[in-house]
Nanobody, 126 residues
Framework: QVQLAESGGGLVQAGGSLRLSCAAS????????MGWFRQIPGKEREFVAA????????YYADFVKGRFTISRDNRKNTVYLQMDSLKPEDTAVYYC???????????????????WGQGTQVTVSS
């Protein structure tokens, strides 16, 4: 089992950047593939990016390709989401998830993630 906590959200102007972090307070993240998802009120959680346990395999939603980068540092037990060229439509609560099954695969399917953090708010103003 792993407990996750996101940080790094905030208010930024369109075109700006933020770096989100997802740290494990218990457990070892190197056992899991990890993913970032986002959610706005009234909508389902939406896939953003995922990374395999080693960091070799990554997978991105089409709407963030070329703007967001997912990475991980297993020595620090932390996963990151670098978000550049932010747009107002990126405004959401961002969650990280841990996927214990098949950690070699970076998956866009929320149902495959067993553990979630509490989320961090990202607001992009126009």
């Amino acid at each position: 089992q792993v407990q996750l906590a996101e940080s790094g959200g905030g208010l930024v102007q369109a075109g700006g950047s933020l770096r989100l972090s997802c740290a494990a307070s218990t457990g070892t993240l190197s056992s899991y593939a990890m993913g970032w998802f986002r959610q706005i009120p009234g909508k389902e959680r939406e896939f953003v990016a995922a990374i395999s346990w080693s960091g070799i395999n990554t997978y991105y939603a089409d709407f963030v390709k070329g703007r967001f980068t997912i990475s991980r540092d297993n020595r620090k037990n932390t996963v990151y989401l670098q978000m550049d060229s932010l747009k107002p439509e990126d405004t959401a609560v961002y969650y990280c998830g841990a996927k214990p099954q098949n950690p070699f695969a970076a998956s866009p399917l929320a149902d495959e993630y067993d553990y979630w953090g509490q989320g961090t708010q990202v607001t992009v103003s126009s």
